[in-house]
């Protein structure tokens, strides 16, 4: 990591306030949301007798809350307040730790069904199945033959809410997990989800048969009755998207502030639907039939689900399938990123050419460009191409 990097200040103060020094970091996590942009390095901190540690530090913009214990806050040049924490410390995740520490994940595991509790069986396996700091994490636990996942929120009651969201949407016929349960500290207990995910047989998939059941699942979905907001919209953040993007690729700055002008002008003269959406929709979250890739029998990750704009779910769909395709290619999967290219196209088809609401068609490509915004600062995608991207979507 380049010490020129802001951020290396912020991990280098971190590492004082252990009394250790930072050897070195590198980037392994970038992720954008309506809350910001999160970043985590794994670093390596030394200590004056020349013992070393790792160590996986985060660093989040436009932190909320007021101060908190392990929490580091400053201001950068521009003005934009930090956090900086060490994992599992998540500030926004207090359960974490207990289900990422064996003999506290089996206290949780065993309050869902003693039968985790047992003494006779295989010692408790812990993998991190997904981890997005500050929002939720996945611990998959495996026991013998048994196999359960750990969904660890925030605390304040989203628990009990995404538990009951599970239950109501297994009873309208929704292939999500069932539930084991849930503690108020903040984690649901999971069953394993048959099939596997999307983007993993993408190269096996008929495009438009896959679209077609997407399609079909998110009708269903937006048949459930919802008294909560989904997830903000990615396009509520499109000046700080831009303004970053911007401060990746100066030399993009102009055609930034013109996608910039042109989502906002799109959304602003436009008026959403408001149905029930998945809210964080993406080829991870679908699970298809192994033998036909095609066919959706399941669908993960539904707490950012509720009252929304189906053009969101499109738009986030859409663009990552594009970063699907960018990183195969850099990986040199070609077969997959050529498919994930077909699908990415036969879906703008679908929303530009097919549907009958033009105003809801503009969402889609305004919502799909400030993504792609994201994926830039993320590292899926790289920022020219990026622009390229949203530029053609907004001439169309």
Same mark, same amino acid.
Request: aromatic letters at 4%.
């Given at each position: 990591?380049?010490?020129?990097d802001?951020?290396?200040?912020l991990?280098?103060a971190?590492?004082?306030?252990?009394r250790?020094?930072?050897?070195?970091?590198?980037?392994?996590?970038?992720?954008?949301?309506?809350?910001?942009?999160v970043?985590?390095?794994?670093?390596?901190l030394?200590?004056?007798?020349?013992?070393?540690?790792e160590?996986?530090?985060?660093?989040?913009?436009?932190?909320?809350?007021?101060e908190r214990?392990?929490?580091?806050?400053?201001?950068?040049?521009?003005?934009d307040?930090?956090?900086?924490?060490?994992?599992?410390?998540?500030?926004?995740?207090?359960?974490?730790?207990?289900?990422?520490?064996?003999?506290?994940?089996?206290?949780l595991?065993?309050g869902?069904?003693p039968?985790?509790?047992d003494?006779?069986?295989?010692?408790?396996?812990?993998?991190?199945?997904?981890?997005?700091?500050?929002k939720?994490?996945?611990?998959r636990?495996?026991?013998?033959?048994r196999?359960?996942?750990l969904?660890?929120v925030?605390?304040?009651g989203r628990?009990?809410?995404?538990?009951?969201?599970?239950?109501?949407?297994?009873?309208?016929?929704?292939?999500?997990?069932?539930?084991?349960?849930?503690?108020?500290?903040?984690?649901?207990?999971l069953?394993?989800q048959?099939?596997?995910?999307?983007v993993?047989?993408?190269?096996?998939?008929?495009?438009?048969?896959?679209?077609?059941?997407?399609?079909?699942?998110?009708?269903r979905i937006?048949?459930?009755p919802s008294?909560?907001e989904?997830r903000?919209?990615?396009?509520?953040r499109v000046d700080?998207?831009?303004?970053?993007?911007?401060?990746?690729?100066?030399?993009?700055?102009?055609?930034?502030?013109?996608?910039r002008?042109?989502?906002?002008?799109r959304?602003?003269?436009?008026?959403?639907?408001?149905v029930?959406?998945?809210?964080?929709?993406?080829?991870?979250?679908?699970?298809?039939?192994?033998?036909?890739?095609?066919?959706?029998?399941?669908?993960?990750?539904i707490?950012?689900?509720?009252?929304?704009d189906?053009?969101?779910?499109e738009?986030a769909l859409? @663009?990552? %399938? =594009?970063?699907? &395709? *960018?990183? #195969? +290619?850099?990986?040199?999967?070609?077969?997959? /990123?050529? !498919? @994930?290219d %077909? =699908?990415a196209? &036969? *879906?703008? #088809? +679908?929303?530009?050419g097919?549907h009958d609401? /033009?105003? !809801?068609a503009?969402?889609?490509?305004?919502i *799909?460009?400030?993504?792609l915004?994201?994926?830039a600062?993320?590292g899926?995608?790289?920022?020219?191409?990026?622009?390229?991207?949203?530029e053609?979507?907004?001439?169309?």
């Amino acid at each position: 990591m380049p010490t020129a990097d802001p951020e290396y200040e912020l991990l280098h103060a971190v590492a004082e306030l252990s009394r250790l020094h930072l050897l070195d970091a590198v980037r392994v996590h970038g992720e954008a949301g309506p809350d910001g942009f999160v970043t985590g390095y794994r670093v390596r901190l030394g200590d004056e007798t020349g013992q070393q540690i790792e160590r996986h530090v985060y660093v989040t913009t436009s932190p909320r809350g007021g101060e908190r214990q392990g929490v580091l806050r400053l201001r950068d040049e521009s003005g934009d307040e930090r956090a900086v924490w060490v994992y599992p410390n998540d500030p926004r995740l207090p359960a974490l730790v207990e289900a990422v520490v064996p003999p506290r994940a089996r206290q949780l595991l065993a309050g869902f069904d003693p039968a985790w509790a047992d003494d006779d069986v295989d010692p408790l396996d812990l993998t991190i199945a997904a981890y997005r700091p500050g929002k939720r994490a996945v611990v998959r636990a495996v026991r013998g033959s048994r196999r359960a996942y750990l969904k660890v929120v925030r605390p304040g009651g989203r628990a009990e809410r995404i538990h009951d969201r599970h239950r109501a949407w297994l009873a309208a016929g929704i292939p999500v997990p069932p539930v084991l349960g849930f503690v108020e500290r903040g984690v649901i207990g999971l069953a394993e989800q048959p099939g596997l995910p999307a983007v993993e047989v993408l190269d096996r998939a008929d495009p438009a048969s896959l679209l077609g059941d997407v399609d079909a699942l998110r009708r269903r979905i937006g048949s459930v009755p919802s008294e909560v907001e989904a997830r903000a919209s990615l396009s509520t953040r499109v000046d700080w998207y831009a303004r970053r993007a911007a401060e990746l690729a100066p030399e993009l700055d102009r055609r930034i502030r013109g996608i910039r002008r042109s989502v906002s002008a799109r959304l602003g003269a436009s008026t959403p639907d408001r149905v029930t959406i998945h809210g964080d929709l993406h080829l991870g979250q679908l699970f298809v039939d192994p033998a036909a890739p095609e066919r959706v029998v399941g669908l993960i990750d539904i707490d950012t689900a509720g009252l929304g704009d189906p053009a969101d779910d499109e738009a986030a769909l859409w @663009a990552h %399938l =594009v970063a699907t &395709a *960018a990183h #195969a +290619r850099a990986s040199g999967a070609a077969a997959t /990123a050529a !498919r @994930a290219d %077909l =699908v990415a196209d &036969a *879906a703008q #088809a +679908r929303w530009a050419g097919e549907h009958d609401d /033009a105003d !809801r068609a503009r969402r889609i490509g305004a919502i *799909a460009a400030t993504h792609l915004l994201g994926h830039a600062l993320t590292g899926s995608v790289a920022p020219h191409d990026a622009v390229e991207g949203a530029e053609l979507l907004l001439a169309r």
